[in-house]
């Protein structure tokens, strides 16, 4: 028998080929070294940054070192189990999370196990953890506002969705506090919200889910926990697993959703921790180089994104999202102005859109055949909000400075406000909104326009006040006015105030109505104008919140109706401090009204106040200051 050489040959670079194809020797690596969450892995060539890549025990990790000869990976889970020489398996795909709405209501860990022993968590969704952040082009200006029931910030710091705004402070100033009740007041506003918590107690964390359960929140609230006692790796990643999780109700439900990072301090600490063990040169404050990109990817990652509308046959359903259905605009780009397409064809981006669609619509012969249609996954958004806790009120440190550079404003609470009974305890002389006011309604813009500029010069002349010195009347009237400003911010936890709440309380503020009462009685007045807004103006707070401003007329309508029921409500004081002294006094002279820090309009002269409020509503408190400064 006689062999071809050239078959043979060919034969056998045939079957090399395949052989190789078939064992591909770089998708598995053995483990080098392990320990402290981290692994030192060989043989991973081809591995990418931020793959996932699983070890023998099934534990998860994810690749985020590249070196020469081995990668560095963190493991997510247990990593007492797995040894020298272990199997390492590379998966091709980035770390994922399981989304959808199955997670909603429950409480997972970064990886999206469930924590709450309610069982699997049923989805076949998933998203990458980093995504990567909208451009320019496919987000709009924030445009709405996200109320957080809180009368210090929606006043005067306002938060619009899609805005990044921090909330820093020293521990236990109320930072949490702040987040929370931003939760709870979202309840039926059709917000999905994702809390965070990052290497906060177990028990902590226990009592935040607790109290949303209580106050219904779990509906639409997804909490995500790497607690103090979790590997660092968990902690790290914690952060971007819940963003994932709202993003997915952003890009593909067009939702508006709200990310609670609580606390990104803490995220730093644990990312410092696998960097120093991977070996990465420590930086400013001991942090890695690229401390500052761990933050800002996140952070960018919350948008407002574009709205997108099209003209289709209208026929098509409502919930339909096929961009193929779009009528195409003949001329394009070099349409007229007030019906061209956004994007050279079919689709109107943004807020003008529909308007411009409708305009082109209107032009069309088949008008009556088609419609304007709104693709129900566009315009979504993510508000963040990040937390960071700072020491001694150092705010110029390396992560606070960072986090600040990254967001559109912060709050800023301070413990000497925090102690002295003002709570929340925000510092309006150094948070911003940069970007919210552009959401506010234009009725709370009306009412607290200067309101923040206003506290903070106060804040400044309080501080002077207090060396004793005597004050010009103007100056004594903005501390009076500042005094009850003060006290009418202060909120409790946990009872958020609905937006017209808030500006019929700030409007009574803000328009003179609290100067001539006692500091002490202006949140009893508050709640008392409230609730007679409620029970007797009902149509009043309906016009407020239908139109969102105020007219003239309804100003006009607003202050009688408060000018009414202060008088009201002075004249009860009043008797009710007759008849307390009427029972002490018999005992003889008549005790000396009780000086307190608050130099409040004396007793003797509350009527006539009362009466002359509505001429002239400053006359009392220069009055009382007047007294004030005869103390001093
Ligand atoms: N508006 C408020 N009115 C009354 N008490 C409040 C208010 N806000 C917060 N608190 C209380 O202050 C304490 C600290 O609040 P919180 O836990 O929110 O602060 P934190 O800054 O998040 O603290 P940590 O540094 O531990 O994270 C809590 O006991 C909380 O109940
Ligand atoms: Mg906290």
């Not at 096929?322 to 102005?337: I, M, N, Y």
């Not at 003797?604 to 004030?628: I, L, N, R, T």
Request: hydrophobic share 40%; charged share 30%; net charge negative.
């Amino acid at each position: 028998m006689k062999f071809k050489v050239d078959e043979i040959a060919s034969v056998i670079a045939e079957e090399i080929k395949q052989y190789r194809s078939e064992a591909d020797l770089a998708e598995v690596g053995t483990v080098l070294e392990v320990g402290d969450g981290i692994a030192r892995v060989y043989g991973l060539t081809d591995a990418m940054a931020s793959e996932k890549v699983t070890f023998a025990n099934g534990a998860s990790g994810q690749v985020l070192n590249l070196e020469e000869s081995s990668v560095g990976v963190v493991i997510l889970g247990d990593y007492l189990g797995i040894k020298e020489g272990d199997e390492v398996r590379r998966t091709g795909e980035l770390l994922s999370v399981p989304v959808g709405d199955a997670m909603i209501g429950r409480v997972v860990d970064p990886v999206g196990r469930p924590l709450d022993g309610l069982g699997t968590i049923e989805t076949s969704l998933s998203r990458p953890l980093e995504f990567k952040a909208p451009g320019i082009a496919e987000r709009q200006p924030v445009n709405e506002p996200l109320q957080t029931g809180i009368k210090a910030i929606d006043s005067m710091i306002p938060i619009g969705r899609g805005q990044r705004e921090l909330i820093i402070g020293d521990r236990k100033t109320g930072k949490t506090a702040i987040a929370i009740d931003t939760i709870l007041n979202q309840k039926g506003q059709g917000v999905v919200c994702v809390y965070v918590a990052i290497g906060l107690k177990e028990s902590t964390v226990a009592a935040v889910i607790d109290k949303l359960k209580e106050a219904g929140a779990m509906d639409y609230t997804i909490v995500v926990s790497a607690s103090a006692s979790d590997p660092a790796p968990l902690q790290y990643i914690a952060p971007y697993a819940g963003a994932a999780m709202a993003e997915y109700f952003m890009y593909e439900r067009g939702s508006a959703t709200l990310c609670v990072y609580d606390d990104l301090s803490k995220q730093a600490q644990a990312y410092r921790q696998l960097s120093l063990l991977l070996r990465r040169p420590p930086g400013r404050e001991a942090y890695p180089g690229d401390v500052f990109y761990l933050h800002s990817r996140l952070l960018e990652r919350g948008v407002k994104l574009r709205d997108e509308y099209a003209v289709v046959p209208a026929d098509t359903p409502e919930d339909s999202t096929d961009r193929s259905l779009a009528v195409c605009h003949p001329e394009g780009f070099g349409a007229p102005e007030e019906h061209r397409p956004d994007d050279g064809q079919a689709l109107f981006h943004r807020a003008s859109g529909r308007e411009r669609a409708e305009a082109w619509l209107a032009t069309r012969d088949d008008a009556a055949s088609h419609r304007v249609h709104e693709f129900p996954d566009s315009g979504g958004s993510m508000t963040a909000l990040p937390i960071i806790e700072t020491l001694e009120g150092e705010v110029s440190a390396y992560i606070p400075t960072n986090v600040i550079s990254i967001t559109d404003g912060q709050i800023y609470l301070e413990p000497d406000l925090f102690f002295a009974g003002i709570r929340p305890a925000v510092n309006v002389g150094i948070s911003v909104s940069r970007v919210g006011g552009n959401a506010q309604r234009k009725a709370m813009k009306t009412v607290a326009g200067s309101l923040r500029l206003d506290l903070a010069a106060f804040r400044d002349l309080e501080a002077f006040a207090q060396l004793g010195t005597e004050l010009d009347p103007a100056s004594a009237r903005q501390l009076e006015r500042g005094r009850r400003m003060t006290e009418l911010l202060k909120q409790p936890q946990y009872s958020p105030y609905g937006v017209n709440d808030q500006i019929l309380s700030i409007f009574a503020g803000t328009r003179g109505f609290l100067d001539d009462l006692p500091v002490a009685q202006v949140l009893d007045f508050e709640r008392e104008l409230l609730r007679h807004f409620h029970d007797e103006f009902p149509e009043l707070v309906e016009e407020l919140d239908r139109t969102g401003k105020i007219s003239e007329e309804l100003d006009g309508k607003i202050r009688k109706v408060i000018g009414e029921l202060k008088q009201h409500f002075v004249r009860e004081l009043e008797a009710a401090k007759e008849a307390e002294e009427g029972e002490e006094g018999e005992e003889g002279e008549r005790k000396e009204p009780p000086r307190g820090e608050r130099p409040a309009a004396p007793r003797s002269e509350a009527p006539e106040a009362a009466a002359a409020e509505d001429a002239e509503p400053v006359a009392a408190p220069a009055a009382a200051a007047a007294a004030g400064a005869e103390r001093s």
